[in-house]
């Protein structure tokens, strides 16, 4: 073998040797950065570990949202703001969803100690369990919802009662009310997709 060709090979496994170092850099910087947010999951005694990143969305400055789900199908979730966990409205600062079958049950509100937290705005719910009592007629308007993207002007089917929900407070006992609440079809599956922040 020639001095060139030996050099050259060389020079080859050196380009290689520093492409695979940057790339083990890239990957423990992520993987870093990932295990950063997860410290932020600990705070909720409900959330099951282990856990994995569903969906991210950080930009350059540290700003945006993130997602966590795990075997029992909960998806818990936070905004980060200034590489700093995010408080919203009425101190909510986490948002736990309950899944069976794809179909949301129950979502929580946790402040950033990880108490249930209450959303001021509305009725000072930190808990809204969500109870499907026509599930046949909400099949046959999911599908004309899933089929638009959720992009479809469906007329509101309150009154319809497809769909009751159930408000608990901060100590996680109902809230009473008069009269059954009922939601619509599409706002159902706004939460589902979790479309709603606090």
């Known amino acids: 073998m ?7 090979t060389s020079q080859q496994q050196m380009k290689l040797f520093f492409l695979c170092l940057s790339l083990l850099q890239c990957i423990l910087a992520t ?3 990932d295990s950063q947010y997860h410290a932020y999951t600990s705070k909720i005694k409900q959330f099951s570990i282990p856990s994995r990143i569903l969906y991210k969305h950080i930009d350059a400055t540290g700003n945006g949202s993130i997602e966590f789900t795990n075997a029992k199908k909960q ?5 980060i703001l200034n590489q700093k966990l995010q408080i919203q409205h009425g101190g909510v600062a986490y948002q736990l969803f309950y899944y069976t079958n794809n179909y949301l049950q129950r979502i929580e509100s946790f402040d ?14 930190a808990g809204i369990a969500f109870i499907i009592e026509k599930p046949n007629l909400y099949l046959k308007k999911k599908k004309l919802i899933d089929a ?7 007329k509101d089917d309150t009154n319809e009662k497809i769909i009751r929900v159930e408000l608990f407070d901060e100590n996680n006992l109902p ?3 008069f009269q059954p609440t009922y939601i619509s079809s599409k706002m159902y599956w706004n939460y589902n997709v ?4 606090p």
Not at 2 to 8: A, Y
Not at 112 to 124: F, I, P, V
């Open 112 to 125: 950033a100690d990880g108490n249930l937290a209450g959303e001021r705005e509305s009725k000072n719910e």
């Open 31 to 33: 993987a870093q950065s």
């Open 2 to 8: 020639s001095t060139t060709r030996i050099i050259r």
């Open 194 to 197: 979790r479309m709603y922040w």
């Open 148 to 154: 638009a993207e959720g992009n479809i002007d469906l």
């Open 175 to 177: 809230i009473r009310e």
């Open 75 to 79: 998806i818990l979730r936070f905004r």
